[in-house]
């Protein structure tokens, strides 16, 4: 079945740049998506269509696409951006939905 | 207000059934396709169950397809989950969410209710 890779955990300095990287065979041919899960809550959209960012998401969060990788770039990083991150595509052949394994994201 | 909110989780013994609503206000429900995605204990998202708009297409996950049966009532703007025989590893939070407009993405998440299967 299809799958997405995610890094477990990714470290960042408050105020630096983090970068999520999110694998997977033929994601070149597929949409990304990312959601930011903060604990005790539920996850919200934050990259859709690879790149494009839902009203209210901070323009700090940005979306790329090389090959069958997909990453969701944090430009800035604020303390309020530790969370865990998922990406997320959906296989064609199957209609089903697929999410990365979850990366967790630290504000050291 | 724009919202999801599920209902019906709580205890139930393997091999018991228990069904899930999600109750949505704030939008044309009838006009979006729905989800349920999973959260096991500290583990990651899983996606469980879509049904179209007009109750047409359905899929399901490998894991729960012929234990589980979605639907939706349009005219009571309410999303269900019927889990029969469940197993320990059902255990989880399980989320309704509204599928975006322009793909299969979600853009509106409920808070969850939290299914424990155990003895």
């Known amino acids: 079945s299809y799958g997405l890779t995610q890094p477990p955990s990714v470290s960042v300095s408050p105020g630096q740049t983090a970068s999520i990287t999110c694998s997977g065979d033929?994601?070149?041919?597929?949409?990304a998506f990312w959601y930011q899960q903060k604990p005790g809550q539920s996850p919200v959209l934050v990259i859709y269509?690879?790149?494009k960012r839902p009203s209210g998401i901070p323009e700090r969060f940005s979306g790329s696409k090389s090959g069958n990788t997909a990453t969701l770039t944090i430009s800035g990083t604020q303390a309020l951006d530790e969370a865990d991150y998922y990406c997320?595509?959906?296989?064609?052949?199957?209609?089903?939905?697929?999410f990365g394994g979850g990366t967790k994201l630290t504000v050291l | 207000e724009v919202q999801l909110v599920e209902s019906g989780g709580g205890l139930v013994q393997p091999g018991g059934s228990l069904r899930l609503s999600c109750a949505a206000s704030g939008f044309t429900f009838s006009s979006y396709s729905l989800n349920w995605v999973r959260q096991a204990p500290g583990k990651g998202l899983e996606w469980v169950s879509y049904?179209?708009?007009?109750?047409?297409?359905?899929y399901y996950a490998d894991s729960v397809k012929g234990r589980f049966t979605i639907s939706r009532d349009n005219a009571k703007n309410s999303l269900y989950l019927q889990m029969n025989s469940l197993r320990a590893e059902d255990t989880a939070v399980y989320y309704c969410a509204r599928e975006g407009d322009y793909d299969r993405y979600f853009d509106l998440w409920g808070r969850g209710t939290l299914i424990t299967v155990s003895s």
């Open positions: 269509q690879h790149s």
């Open positions: 033929k994601l070149g041919d597929k949409y």
């Open positions: 997320q595509a959906w296989d064609s052949s199957t209609a089903h939905v697929v």
């Open positions: 049904i179209g708009s007009s109750s047409r297409t359905i």
